[in-house]
């Protein structure tokens, strides 16, 4: 090493460059051998005091705690003893970031050697720690809180808990003497630091699954990362790094934060939903609520609270239960433990961050309100939370601006302080006697607001209309759309929100009667409040809906007893021109804007109707989706535009619903569709890829077992190719699952083959591209497709499709076949420009000569290659006798008789292949014994020399060098010896 320091002229750069990027991307695939040998290369670095060496060393210690390598005990102890034998290195400005990473990392390591069997490298660890800690605690501030964080998961350890102690209560017994623990919170711990907390490796697919990873397939993705990084007793460790590289290392931007990614609270719920014991859950629920109890209202981002306060308000409500208890519950308690016993002396300080982090999150919208998330939070929690935060119970005079905010629309909360759970009442006719509870009926994206009961005509605002009509922005919360009902209906809102699920579909039955029976009192204005109202009344019950786990006919008629399939019922029983039904579809309509998945809804709801459960053979299966379709068709005002279209359109988006609803169902409802609704299904990209999006390998299956039984037909010789043409802009999984379905119907078309070649890029599709292959390796297709084939561009050195398959077609058919294909199309394409060039007006052919001699090259320079690399004849797959065949050799003279000279010159060595001497070739063709003659008086046998095979006449080699004329003609003229005793194939020019 002193030796390459000598001789260095340009400080060790390219070396620490190649170091920073073979343990940034490729530790985790280095052997321990390896790894040693890095940790060796390493302390000679530092030992000669090369710079930059962080770009080394901090890359090394992220990768410490992943995967093994927290193990691999001869390397920890070989790196410590780096920081033993080079202390002055470390003592500079410029290796302050690597002392504070190490300091980090092994207290990391630390908890990973609890266990009894890593005592001696544990103990070694600890005073590694703390040597540094005491004598380079000033430089180890600036890591600031993140070092407060990691310090209190082994403060309680016998060595650490003195200098926590020393920390806390005696900070003069330290360096830095201006205030302690406090003046260590002070400090924001830079960026970088939260990016190098978790491997290389784990960042890596962190990042994808909240980038990439979309709602449908999130569960297949979630159940590999598990498998993958959290699956052993130790990974419960990382859980907290990774919260915290979430919160504050991922910011997404406003295109997947709106889009159906991955989202990073419910990422948040996947991990604590893995932790195992409750002191791993505490540890993380720290990392989770870090930045809102010390939130300072300086230079803070949003993103940084962002997570937790859409983690409480999603769980609200739900059953989601972690180690036994309720998660909502969990977090409550946590947060008002942490803000009054996180550091007494501040908890002052601690409570009003707490307060001004949630005040932020409403004032930039995160939330409309925290109001749904307090009425939400039961008795038994509420004791602790007046407890710490009495100023959401109007203890204090900033409970105002904390829980109500004024609406855009100028509507607030109810202005008083919330009281505690009352207890259960029979609901009432009057509304302002029932404790409504709005944590379940209010609508995430609105205002939370109990107005007082008031006439219809007299509260209600400018009716908002729907579709393409001009829409307000501003939309009336449940509770405002409640407020504005007639009194008669509110009872029945709030049982239907409240009640049990016979209540709720008693509620409905009222409804119906009264809406649907005898709605000639109702308006287009009624409509349109009415589907706003009853849509977000019974939103909560279907977005837990779900196909039941044991799929019987009772389960199957329990699953369809619920508020919303009443009203189907109504739908379905009522004749075509009822005015019932025309109202009850009318209210769908206007209902998908709050309740987009009624479509599939009622998909579900007819497939019950036409099982087994109830037989109704008689009744068109879809007639209500179809109606239905009009009715948002005409409430949209698109019925000028082609119901055909629209309709496909519209059952599409239902399969793709129900995708998403519960993948499980996507085989029982595209068979049903398929079978049903052929007309819009059969055939439709937009359907199959609906489908497919949302099925795993086991959905596969049964949908290719069905395709093969008859059972299910997807695809038709008719119209395949419309499908086909559209799959290259899918994924690669969905590509994959799609070609199984579609060759399982073993359709007899090939135009699908043609429509595939026209769209495809065999760069961009790699996919579509090994199809073609597949489809046309092993027969010569017809002309039609072969000239497809042919139109792909021969000089494109990424792309050999026609030369390869070529070649298959040699093997797996016969290369004569193939000669004759070629000559066919040749001759055709100089009869056509002969043609062209009698009239003066080019031919209007896709396919041109000079593309055929190009492909023909291309195949030379393959045989070329094959001699050159000293491979026998047979590797070359039977060109040589596709090239030298009688059919090709005519096609080729006549192909050269018709050339002009600059493009003679340009396929010379195409045209090299056919002999020049043109009428003995047509001697050939009259008198097939004169040429007998000629092959007994030909130079071979005067000289004696061997005649070469073909195949390996020099001309014949493209690049070789061209011999004189004499030498070069004679074996072309007599090449090769079976076809000079019979005449040649007849070349079809028409």
Not at 286 to 312: H, Q, R, S
Not at 330 to 335: A, H, K, N
Not at 404 to 428: E, I, V
Not at 446 to 460: G, T, Y
Request: net charge negative; with cysteine; glycine share 4%.
């Amino acid at each position: 090493m002193t030796v390459l320091s000598m001789l260095n002229a340009d400080a060790f750069a390219p070396v620490v460059k190649t170091l920073n990027i073979l343990l940034q991307d490729k530790f985790s695939k280095l052997s321990d051998t390896t790894k040693k040998q890095a940790v060796w290369l390493l302390k000679g670095m530092t030992k000669s005091g090369i710079a930059n060496l962080d770009r080394a060393h901090i890359p090394f210690m992220r990768n410490l705690t992943g995967g093994e390598n927290w193990k691999n005990i001869a390397l920890l102890e070989s790196y410590m003893e780096i920081f033993a034998e080079n202390r002055s290195y470390f003592e500079t400005p410029a290796s302050v970031p690597i002392v504070q990473m190490a300091v980090l990392t092994f207290i990391q390591l630390i908890q990973y050697h609890s266990p009894l069997q890593f005592s001696v490298i544990k103990d070694k660890e600890m005073d590694f720690c703390l040597d540094l800690l005491r004598t380079r605690f000033v430089d180890l501030s600036l890591a600031g809180r993140e070092l407060t964080r990691s310090l209190m998961a082994v403060c309680k350890m016998p060595k650490m808990k003195e200098f926590w102690n020393d920390l806390v209560n005696n900070p003069k017994n330290l360096p830095l003497t201006a205030g302690g623990l406090p003046q260590f919170l002070l400090s924001k711990s830079p960026r970088w630091l939260f990016a190098h907390r978790i491997s290389t490796e784990l960042e890596v697919k962190v990042n994808f699954m909240l980038s990439k990873v979309r709602a449908p397939v999130v569960n297949r993705y979630s159940d590999i990362f598990i498998k993958q990084y959290l699956s052993t007793p130790e990974s419960e460790l990382i859980l907290p790094e990774l919260i915290r590289f979430v919160i504050r290392a991922v910011h997404p931007s406003n295109e997947i934060l709106g889009s159906d990614v991955l989202q990073r609270w419910n990422f948040i719920l996947f991990l604590l939903q893995n932790c195992k014991t409750s002191q791993g859950l505490n540890n993380c629920m720290l990392a989770l609520f870090y930045d809102w109890i010390l939130f300072d209202g300086v230079e803070n981002n949003i993103m940084n609270i962002e997570p937790a306060t859409l983690l409480l308000m999603n769980v609200r409500g739900n059953s989601i239960r972690v180690l036994g208890k309720p998660l909502f519950v969990t977090l409550i308690d946590y947060l008002c433990k942490i803000a009054l016993e996180f550091h007494p002396p501040t908890q002052v300080k601690t409570r009003k961050s707490v307060l001004d982090a949630i005040q932020y999150a409403v004032e930039k919208r995160v939330i409309p309100s925290f109001i749904p998330i307090l009425e939400a939070v039961p008795e038994e929690a509420r004791t602790a939370l007046r407890k710490a935060f009495p100023e959401f119970f109007g203890e204090d005079p900033t409970a105002q601006r904390l829980v109500d905010r004024t609406n855009t629309n100028g509507a607030n909360g109810n202005g008083k302080p919330l009281p505690p759970s009352p207890a259960p009442q029979k609901p009432s006719g009057d509304l302002d006697e029932f404790p409504m509870d709005t944590s379940s009926l209010s609508d995430p994206d609105e205002e939370v607001a109990l107005p007082a009961k008031a006439s219809v005509a007299k509260r209600r605002p400018k009716t908002p209309t729907l579709g393409k009509r001009s829409r307000s922005s501003e939309q009336p919360s449940l509770a405002q759309c409640v407020g504005m009902m007639a009194p008669s209906l509110q009872p029945l809102f709030v049982e239907m929100a409240e009640g049990t699920d016979d209540e709720k579909c008693q509620a409905m039955e009222n409804f119906v009667m009264e809406v649907i029976n005898e709605g000639q009192n109702y308006d287009m204005d009624d409509c349109e409040l009415l589907a706003r109202t009853l849509a977000l009344t019974i939103k909560p019950i279907y977005d837990r809906f779900a196909l039941p786990e044991n799929l019987t006919d009772e389960s199957f008629e329990d699953s369809v007893q619920s508020p919303l399939f009443i009203l189907f019922r109504r739908v379905w029983e009522e004749s075509e021109d009822s005015p019932q039904r025309h109202r009850a579809l009318n209210l769908l309509a206007e209902m998908t804007e709050c309740l987009p998945d009624i479509g599939f809804y009622l998909v579900y709801y007819v497939l019950f109707r036409k099982t087994k459960v109830i037989q109704d053979e008689d009744r068109d299966a879809l007639a209500d989706l179809e109606a239905l379709c009009f009715a948002v068709r005409r409430k949209n005002q698109t019925t000028d535009e082609d119901a055909q279209t629209q309709y496909e359109e519209f059952v599409a988006n239902c399969m793709d619903r129900c995708g998403r609803q519960d993948h499980r169902m996507v085989v029982h409802i595209a068979k049903f569709l398929y079978r049903e609704a052929p007309r819009v299904t059969k055939d439709s990209p937009l359907f199959a890829h609906a489908v497919i999006s949302h099925i795993d390998a086991w959905e596969l299956r049964a949908l290719w077992n069905l395709v093969l039984q008859r059972r299910l037909v997807m695809f038709s010789d008719k119209a395949c190719a419309n499908v086909v043409r559209e799959t290259v802009k899918w994924e690669t999984i969905e590509q994959t699952f799609f070609w199984k379905l579609f060759h399982a119907h073993e359709l007899k078309t090939d135009s699908w083959i043609i429509e595939l070649l026209k769209v495809v890029d065999f760069k961009k599709h790699p996919e579509a591209a090994i199809q073609v292959f597949e489809s046309l390796k092993d027969t010569i297709p017809r002309e039609e497709v072969f000239r497809e084939v042919l139109r792909r561009e021969p000089d494109d050195a990424d792309d050999h499709t026609f030369s390869t398959l070529a070649m298959q077609w040699c093997i797996n058919d016969s290369p004569a076949n193939v000669a004759e294909m070629f000559a066919k199309i040749i001759a055709k394409l100089v009869q056509k420009k002969r043609q062209a060039n009698k009239h003066s007006s080019p031919a209007k052919e896709e396919l041109s000569l000079e593309h055929v001699l190009g492909h023909i090259t291309a195949i030379q320079s393959f045989v070329a290659e094959n001699d050159r690399s000293g491979g026998k004849k047979a590797r070359d797959g039977g060109f040589t006798q596709m090239l030298y065949h009688a059919s090709m050799q005519l096609a080729l003279a006549k192909a050269k008789e018709s050339a002009s000279p600059s493009v003679r010159e340009k396929f010379r060595e195409v045209f090299s292949l056919v002999a020049e001497e043109e009428p003995e070739e047509e001697e050939d063709e009259v008198k097939p014994i004169a040429t007998k003659k000629v092959k007994k008086s030909s130079s071979e046998e005067k000289t004696g020399k061997k005649r070469p095979a073909a195949g390996k006449s020099t001309s014949s080699r493209p690049g070789s060098s061209r011999l004189s004329s004499d030498e070069e003609d004679e074996p072309r003229l007599t090449r090769p010896k079976k076809h000079r005793n019979k005449s040649p194939p007849t070349v079809d020019t028409e």
